[in-house]
T-cell receptor
Framework: NAGVTQTPKFQVLKTGQSMTLQCAQD?????MYWYRQDPGMGLRLIYY???????DKGEVPNGYNVSRLNKREFSLRLESAAPSQTSVYFC????????????FGPGTRLTVL | AQSVAQPEDQVNVAEGNPLTVKCTYS??????LFWYVQYPNRGLQFLLK??????LVKGSYGFEAEFNKSQTSFHLKKPSALVSDSALYFC??????????????FGQGTTLQVKP
């Protein structure tokens, strides 16, 4: 039982390049989330998927797109990376609803030059 | 709108002493509150949650939290701190429970430093 896995762990991009961050969970969770973590800013929600087949914007969606490929997988795409997207990205999943905690992946550290 | 505040950027405590990491919240409706811990270069780990019932919630690694409705607080506590407790701690509140999306709103985090 691996929990929530993310790939890659580290990535360096040049401005304007694109990339996809992958996330998978093996807990049969309905809901999945993408956050970014910046110093002094806590965690900010980028996009989420409350259930398979649905995605919604979070607090900071600009410059990102997501795909809920199936119940297990939720990817985050940067179409044209900008230095402001330099951050640590976390994927999380939960059984959904109001009472269940979220489980987090190990994170992807992204630097955009 | 739902929000949480962690008023201290850093808390310093000596090993063996009790520790408190503060969190206050603002919600419409019933509050659903969570504490997470993040060790360096790791993802967040769930510690405990308050949904309803007893105001003192016990969680992982000897941590507990006290829910106080009148003071709108949910402070994290431990009777005797360990050096290994040094980490970044996040308080979170469920966003708009009526929406049932499971979304969380996080505080900015408090760094706990436990010195030997």
């Amino acid at each position: 039982n691996a929990g929530v896995t993310q790939t890659p762990k580290f990535q360096v991009l040049k401005t304007g390049q694109s990339m996809t961050l992958q996330c998978a969970q093996d807990m049969n969770h309905n809901s999945m989330y993408w956050y970014r973590q910046d110093p002094g800013m806590g965690l900010r929600l980028i996009y989420y998927s409350a259930s398979e087949g649905t995605t919604d914007k979070g607090e900071v969606p600009n410059g990102y797109n997501v795909s809920r490929l199936n119940k297990r997988e939720f990817s985050l795409r940067l179409e044209s990376a900008a230095p402001s997207q330099t951050s640590v990205y976390f994927c999380a999943s939960s059984a959904g609803g109001n009472y269940n905690e979220q489980f987090f992946g190990p994170g992807t550290r992204l630097t955009v030059l | 709108a739902q929000s949480v505040a962690q008023p201290e950027d850093q808390v310093n405590v000596a090993e063996g002493n009790p520790l408190t990491v503060k969190c206050t919240y603002s919600v419409s409706g019933n509050p659903y509150l969570f504490w997470y811990v993040q060790y360096p270069n790791r993802g967040l780990q769930f510690l405990l949650k308050y949904i309803t019932g007893d105001n003192l919630v016990k969680g992982s690694y000897g941590f507990e939290a006290e829910f106080n409705k009148s003071q709108t607080s949910f402070h994290l506590k431990k009777p005797s701190a360990l050096v290994s407790d040094s980490a970044l701690y996040f308080c979170a509140v469920r966003d708009k429970p009526s929406s049932n999306t499971g979304k969380l709103i996080f505080g900015q985090g408090t760094t706990l430093q436990v010195k030997p």
